[in-house]
């Protein structure tokens, strides 16, 4: 198969003019709050309704604050993002559909389960690197009580969760992605002043999408929706697999390799599997859905999950410490089960996707 | 906004290197093969549940069918696609997930309601374009009996239907996008032969996507879920009424303007929005909704709907009169309800969304 310059082996993608971030914002809960991120994510919510009467209104009004303070963030208006990406958890993506269509910017809808901020933020870099567009917004959320309401059991029943149970996370995170700009102040990126403050670097590079890789279903046949690191593991591995391949890369290129939500239970399955194709990830491995969440303090068990846990996990703490020049290189990989309420009461298996996203800072501080 | 030459207008794009159709499939049910499009469809199955034990299943196979077909007549290998976009009604698009993982190609889930089509064309040919991809497969699918299981009521309860509902189609369509191909005979589409055979033409032109002109949400506040085509209609005025006025075309530019399943209701509405604004296309309008049946032997009442309607109206009936050169310039525009079984209980409206995409045949036949 004849290649352009931008194809890389089989399923990665390396742009030739790199999108660059240019806001970003993270909205969550008062769990997501009072744990070890906490501190990092610009707005927290304590109505766990948001104003709302119904919890799909509540993940609606979750992104509605998280697509308004990311424009804030980027000083981009609505009309000047020329699509949004975004998705959620929910049937028929009505969080989004109804959280979002005040902004009136031309909309595809996404669905890859928890994997969503993976799929969006490839899709909104290729339509920028394609010279689709200038400003592209990539959303997802989640939100516990609609999630719970929708893939388990009524609130209200009060059953019991088993360790290996993640715990979906309340939260929303956007960010706008669009082409290097002409003057860096036209990026008004409220990060900036953070990193400044920080005192470890006093540049305040951009963070740039240099390449994804694009998942493929994988099923292993595991039947547990009480076990969604177990049902992903395998398509997390699968698609770092490939982006290293691609690359020809060793994990240590990379600063941190991130997954999205396997929890403790996924992340061996992931070092196994990997460890099986000769890639040893242990020392770069960070799981999001680890990190959100203290187990013993929140009672989370496996940790987090849902759109939102990567969501937030990224736009609030990675890029932060990218912006910091802590980190340079992430593979970002949002992982998803792709679990229907209705496909599990039928008893079939619960396939996984993942979607691998190259972050890297500005190389040179201008 | 500084603009690539490859925007056009506020929402639209036109391609600089237009994708090439390489392949495409119409699999449907008996109702959609009894009715006046039945001889266009490649495939149609007697068996409802298409071999499986539920109607999800069975629409997976459905889809599993389309992607077979597609590939076949494109003489493309699974390993060949670079992306596969695709989607379905059903919750978490499981007829989608559920159908394709055995292909294994890179996976980007997409839910436009019954716009999916569009969404997935869209995608798919900007995929292509931006030399992202080869070769990428677009398919959706719908089930009348999975449908009216999630979105209305069981089928024992045997409801009567109000004369504004829409019968959703049991159909997949897929269609192979890719470059334009080094050696014509490469793209070995079954469709060519009929062309020949036609006679009106002696060359087989293949058809091209010129672009895509992108929708927003738009909502105008009608709540009934049994009259789908007031809830999109508004929609896919203003899409249509932003892609003639990003191409500075009037309607007599396209031999046919497409909407997807708007039915007689809301065909009505689509002429009274674009007449307010100034445009009359009540000469190129065709509704594949109305199409697909004929109501007084059908008893279909407004017409067919559902992503499957206009996926076989397009792969089946469309593609074949732009190869036989009987239409050369195709606006299709599927059109969406943004309706879930949760919004609708919970007294929500139903947005709609539709997106429109420029389909023509090759100027010269080489």
Same mark, same amino acid.
């Given at each position: 198969?004849?290649?352009?310059?931008?194809?890389?082996?089989?399923? !990665?993608?390396?742009?030739?003019?790199?999108?660059?971030?240019?806001?970003?914002?993270?909205? *969550?809960?008062?769990?997501?709050?009072?744990?070890?991120?906490?501190?990092?994510?610009?707005?927290?919510?304590?109505?766990?309704?948001?104003?709302?009467?119904?919890?799909?209104?509540?993940?609606?009004?979750?992104?509605?604050?998280?697509?308004?303070? *990311?424009?804030?963030?980027? =000083?981009?208006?609505?009309?000047?993002?020329?699509?949004?990406?975004?998705?959620?958890?929910? =049937?028929?993506?009505? *969080?989004?559909? %109804?959280?979002?269509?005040?902004?009136?910017?031309?909309?595809?809808?996404?669905?890859?389960?928890?994997?969503?901020?993976?799929?969006?933020?490839?899709?909104?870099?290729?339509?920028?690197? +394609? =010279?689709?567009?200038? #400003?592209?917004?990539?959303?997802? !959320?989640?939100? %516990?009580? +609609?999630?719970?309401?929708?893939?388990?059991?009524?609130?209200?029943?009060?059953?019991?969760?088993?360790?290996?149970?993640?715990?979906?996370?309340?939260?929303?995170?956007?960010?706008?992605?669009?082409?290097?700009?002409?003057?860096?102040?036209?990026?008004?990126?409220?990060?900036?002043?953070?990193?400044?403050?920080?005192?470890?670097?006093?540049?305040?590079?951009?963070?740039?999408?240099?390449?994804?890789?694009?998942?493929?279903?994988?099923?292993?046949?595991?039947?547990?929706?009480?076990?969604?690191? *177990?049902?992903?593991?395998?398509? $997390?591995?699968?698609?770092?697999?490939?982006?290293?391949?691609?690359?020809?890369?060793?994990?240590?290129?990379?600063?941190?390799?991130?997954?999205?939500?396997? +929890?403790?239970?996924?992340?061996?399955?992931?070092?196994?599997?990997?460890?099986?194709?000769?890639? #040893?990830?242990?020392?770069?491995?960070?799981?999001?859905?680890?990190?959100?969440?203290?187990?013993?303090?929140?009672?989370?068990? !496996?940790?987090?999950? +849902?759109?939102?846990?990567? $969501?937030?996990?990224?736009?609030?703490?990675?890029?932060?410490?990218?912006?910091?020049?802590?980190?340079?290189?992430?593979?970002?990989?949002?992982?998803?089960?792709?679990?229907?309420?209705? !496909? %599990?009461?039928? =008893?079939?298996?619960?396939?996984?996707?993942?979607?691998?996203?190259?972050?890297?800072?500005?190389?040179?501080?201008?």
């Amino acid at each position: 198969m004849k290649q352009t310059t931008k194809m890389r082996g089989k399923q !990665s993608v390396e742009f030739a003019n790199p999108p660059y971030i240019l806001g970003r914002s993270s909205v *969550a809960g008062t769990k997501e709050g009072e744990g070890p991120l906490g501190t990092y994510f610009d707005y927290i919510e304590e109505d766990p309704y948001f104003g709302a009467d119904t919890w799909e209104e509540a993940e609606s009004n979750l992104q509605k604050k998280a697509a308004q303070l *990311a424009l804030q963030n980027s =000083g981009y208006k609505p009309e000047e993002i020329r699509y949004l990406v975004a998705g959620d958890l929910l =049937g028929q993506l009505i *969080a989004t559909s %109804f959280g979002l269509m005040e902004l009136k910017i031309p909309f595809f809808g996404v669905y890859g389960a928890c994997s969503t901020m993976g799929e969006s933020l490839s899709l909104a870099a290729m339509l920028v690197d +394609g =010279g689709f567009a200038d #400003h592209v917004m990539a959303l997802t !959320s989640s939100h %516990f009580c +609609g999630a719970e309401k929708q893939f388990r059991f009524p609130l209200q029943y009060g059953n019991q969760r088993p360790l290996a149970a993640t715990w979906t996370v309340t939260g929303s995170g956007a960010v706008i992605l669009g082409r290097k700009p002409e003057k860096k102040q036209a990026a008004k990126d409220s990060s900036k002043e953070k990193s400044w403050q920080s005192g470890k670097c006093n540049c305040d590079p951009f963070v740039l999408i240099k390449g994804v890789t694009t998942g493929k279903i994988v099923d292993f046949g595991v039947k547990d929706s009480m076990n969604m690191g *177990a049902c992903m593991a395998p398509a $997390a591995a699968d698609v770092i697999y490939h982006n290293l391949r691609d690359f020809n890369r060793q994990p240590d290129y990379y600063d941190r390799i991130v997954t999205g939500d396997l +929890g403790y239970v996924g992340q061996n399955i992931l070092f196994d599997i990997l460890n099986e194709k000769g890639y #040893h990830i242990e020392k770069q491995h960070m799981d999001c859905g680890i990190e959100i969440y203290c187990d013993e303090m929140q009672d989370t068990h !496996s940790g987090g999950s +849902g759109c939102g846990c990567s $969501a937030i996990t990224l736009t609030g703490y990675i890029l932060e410490k990218m912006h910091r020049r802590e980190w340079n290189r992430i593979l970002f990989v949002p992982t998803g089960a792709l679990l229907s309420p209705v !496909s %599990f009461n039928e =008893g079939d298996s619960v396939p996984g996707i993942a979607h691998a996203v190259i972050l890297e800072t500005e190389e040179e501080c201008e």
